[in-house]
């Protein structure tokens, strides 16, 4: 691990947040339970705890502990409901808290990187934090104008062009600009996470990439400029390629990263065959942060049943990146 901690974020104090990163650090042996820290309510945690009997105990992050014990950094908030499954905004405005906090101190250097359990964007938008989510609002807090979202799994990766807009605003935001950009961005980051030279390709947005013009021309006047620019920069590039093909292709390796051109493009294939594994990974800003690929499930928070084999997931990922941004120069 590295010297500063690894910060996790609770997410919703309504959700399943606090009971899958306590089964998660619950199952990480005491060395390695030391170089993390959860940014969130410690009487969350605590209930959290009693609800899943993960036997770890809880300690002030940087306060003298107990070994093996969890750091929390406690972000107090008024109004929070005390019990699970309720949809409120004062857990919406612990939801931006958590987050806030974890990238001042991320941006500061007193934490590695980020990993956020989920949060409920109707509890998050009901607090006034008008977002559309994770990756909208850690580019407004740390100064940039947009990210990008990977979602990374061991055989299937997608890269999307947009993600949180209408099908028809999608479409819009496929510009020759915007793929290019996003094809240089996944380039960039698989060369970081050691892959000396990434296969990319780029799955068309109209079918069969629009047949010549026949389904629309979008494939031929936006996105194959962008391949043909990017493989001109020396990227290992092929597209468009038509998109119902293009994952299983990735799926059986002939690629190491798909680019999707809107959100359920990329999500579909991805939960398809790796619902509990995939990890989201936010691209583009000067921290690096990835999370949990799930829902606040709201329907079984509380009750101990959270599956927390995506938050280990998580948090093997993040193991990653902190090496991967530890060893870069200074």
């Known amino acids: 691990?590295?010297?500063?901690?690894?910060?996790?974020?609770?997410?919703?104090?309504?959700?399943?947040?606090?009971?899958?990163?306590?089964?998660a650090m619950a199952e990480l042996p005491p060395s390695?339970?030391?170089?993390?820290?959860?940014?969130?309510?410690?009487?969350?945690?605590e209930r959290a705890l009693a609800s899943t009997g993960a036997a770890i105990g809880l300690h002030d992050h940087g306060a003298a502990a107990a070994p093996g014990s969890l750091g929390v950094i406690d972000v107090p908030v008024e109004g929070l409901p005390g019990k699970f499954g309720v949809l409120s905004p004062a857990c919406g405005e612990a939801s931006f808290r958590y987050i806030e906090r974890a990238v001042e101190l991320t941006m500061a250097g007193d934490a590695a990187m980020i990993v956020t359990?989920?949060?409920?964007?109707?509890?998050?938008?009901?607090?006034?934090?008008?977002?559309?989510?994770h990756t909208g609002m850690l580019a407004h807090l740390t100064g940039r104008k947009s990210s990008w979202m990977l979602l990374a799994s061991p055989t299937l990766n997608v890269l999307h062009v947009s993600t949180h807009v209408s099908l028809r605003e999608a479409i819009e935001?496929?510009?020759?600009?915007?793929?290019?950009?996003?094809?240089?961005?996944?380039?960039?980051?698989?060369?970081?996470?050691?892959?000396e030279h990434p296969r990319i390709a780029v799955a068309g947005i109209n079918p069969h990439c629009g047949e010549n013009g026949l389904f629309g021309d979008e494939d031929d006047t936006r996105i194959a400029p962008a391949v043909a620019q990017a493989k001109a920069e020396g990227i290992d590039v092929a597209g468009p390629v038509p998109a119902d093909t293009v994952y299983y292709r990735a799926h059986?390796?002939?690629?190491?990263?798909?680019?999707?051109?809107?959100?359920?493009?990329?999500?579909?294939?991805?939960?398809?065959?790796?619902?509990d594994t995939a990890v989201n990974v936010s691209l583009g800003l000067p921290i690096d942060r990835c999370s949990v690929d799930h829902g606040t499930a709201f329907d079984i928070a509380g009750t101990g049943q959270a599956n927390h084999v995506n938050m280990l997931a998580a948090l093997g990922y993040a193991g990653r990146l902190?090496?991967?941004?530890a060893a870069e120069p200074a």
């Open 1 to 23: 691990m590295t010297q500063s901690p690894i910060v996790i974020t609770m997410g919703d104090p309504s959700g399943v947040g606090a009971e899958v990163t306590v089964k």
């Open 322 to 325: 902190a090496a991967a941004r």
């Open 117 to 133: 359990a989920p949060i409920n964007k109707a509890a998050l938008n009901a607090a006034g934090h008008h977002y559309d989510g």
């Open 173 to 195: 935001r496929a510009t020759t600009e915007r793929v290019l950009e996003t094809i240089r961005m996944g380039h960039r980051h698989f060369r970081r996470m050691g892959v």
């Open 32 to 45: 390695q339970r030391a170089g993390y820290a959860v940014i969130g309510d410690r009487a969350t945690l």
């Open 252 to 275: 059986k390796g002939a690629f190491d990263l798909v680019i999707a051109q809107y959100h359920d493009q990329g999500h579909i294939p991805i939960k398809l065959i790796a619902f």
